[in-house]
């Protein structure tokens, strides 16, 4: 499993926080400890009526110390990456995309390589399927 590959498969459709709400909660899912990855929806009049989550509005990937925040912004999602110990929050960085993906890659590829599980999601995330 090659790094390069990993985070350029994460950097396709980019542009919005749903798509990674569907990445990180499908395609990886089975990469990611249990729980560690929360998606918060924006839901109108509409939405609650029908029954729909409505739009992500954020995405939180919690992955030892570090939590991963992906918030929808203007046009663009808003990435802060957290680092906590024991529910404390020692600092808070508004990265660019690019960070936070290399970041959430780093992550991926640790778990990957403990777990043959964790190494099969990311082989069929890189293989678009």
């Known amino acids: ?4 590959m990993v985070a350029a498969a994460l950097r396709r459709d980019t542009a ?7 990445v990180l ?3 990886l899912a089975d990469a990611l400890p ?3 990855v ?3 929806h924006e839901r109108g ?7 729909r989550d409505g739009r992500a509005r954020r995405v939180v990937v ?3 110390e570090r939590t991963l925040f992906l918030t929808a912004g203007d046009g663009r999602p808003v990435a802060e990456i957290h680092h906590e110990v024991r529910g404390v929050v ?10 936070w993906v290399r970041t959430l890659t780093e992550e991926l590829m640790t778990q990957a390589r403990a777990d043959a599980r964790a190494a099969e999601a990311l082989r069929r995330l890189v293989a678009g399927g």
């Open 34 to 36: 249990p729980g560690c």
């Open 1 to 4: 499993m090659d790094f390069d």
């Open 45 to 51: 009049f509409a939405d609650r009526l029908r029954g």
């Open 90 to 99: 020692l600092s808070r960085d508004q990265v660019t995309l690019d960070v």
């Open 38 to 40: 929360t998606v918060e």
């Open 25 to 27: 909660t499908g395609t």
């Open 62 to 64: 919690r992955l030892g």
């Open 16 to 22: 919005d926080v749903a798509t990674y709400a569907r």
